[in-house]
């Protein structure tokens, strides 16, 4: 049973545009959201996160949005850029429970066309 | 280069043979984590320390599976008798392992493939 799901594998948009990168999670205990960004043969670099407590984190070009109703958050990034184009994984992590691991969508891969 | 190193980068090896793979953290963090990542997934948890403890275990983590972070420093995971489902990326993480951090820092992972 997937806890966090990533439904759309990849996106495409074009250079300047805004991406948007949607995340879906089922477990009401996960109360700390984060994002990754992953390029070929590399680990895993962390991008942005987002406590249960708020709404909307930014950083930069990118915002993450959390709707705890709807248990969905999403990425925004304005302005895109070539170099954006990277596999990006949402995940989740239940803070009160003291666990620390990470529990990770499927991932989406953005493209972003100069 | 002060980030998560991970070695070898590449394995192959023969089905029912035993492999072990190195991790060493970032110097000051506390925590240290293991993730499995296969073709089209995310990473999934494996295991984690906290120093030299090892705190949680998935339950993908069978008896097979053993890790070990003897001095709170770096990290070894070991693959007994592996398996053809064995084939995957493996990536360790740490962080500072302070309050309630949660900003894992991956090394490049270690891919192995059993044939």
């Known amino acids: 049973d997937q806890q966090v799901k990533q439904n759309s594998p990849s996106l495409s948009v074009q250079e300047g545009r805004i991406s948007i990168l949607n995340c879906d999670y089922t477990?009401?205990?996960?109360?700390?959201f984060l994002w990754y960004k992953k390029y070929p043969a590399e680990g895993p670099t962390f991008l942005i996160s987002i406590s249960s407590i708020k709404d909307k984190n930014e950083d930069g070009r990118f915002t993450v949005f959390l709707n705890k109703s709807a248990k969905h958050l999403s990425l925004h990034i304005v302005p895109s850029q070539p170099g954006d184009s990277a596999v990006y994984f949402c995940a989740a992590i239940p803070m009160d429970t003291g666990r620390r691991a990470l529990t990770f969508g499927s991932g989406t891969r953005l493209q972003v066309q100069p | 280069d002060t980030g998560v190193s991970q070695n070898p980068r590449h394995k192959i090896t023969k089905r029912g043979q035993n492999v072990t793979f190195r991790c060493d953290p970032i110097s000051e963090h506390n925590r240290l984590y293991w993730y499995r990542q296969t073709l089209g997934q995310g990473p999934e948890f494996l295991t984690y320390f906290q120093n030299e403890a090892q705190l949680e275990k998935s339950r993908l983590l069978s008896d097979r599976f053993s890790a070990e972070r003897p001095k709170g420093s770096f990290s070894t995971l070991e693959i007994q008798r592996t398996e053809q489902g064995d084939s995957a990326m493996y990536l360790c993480?740490?962080?500072?392992?302070?309050?309630?951090?949660?900003?894992?820092?991956f090394g490049q992972g270690t891919r192995l493939t059993v044939v």
């Open positions: 993480a740490s962080s500072r392992g302070v309050g309630q951090d949660t900003e894992a820092f």
């Open positions: 477990n009401s205990m996960f109360d700390y």
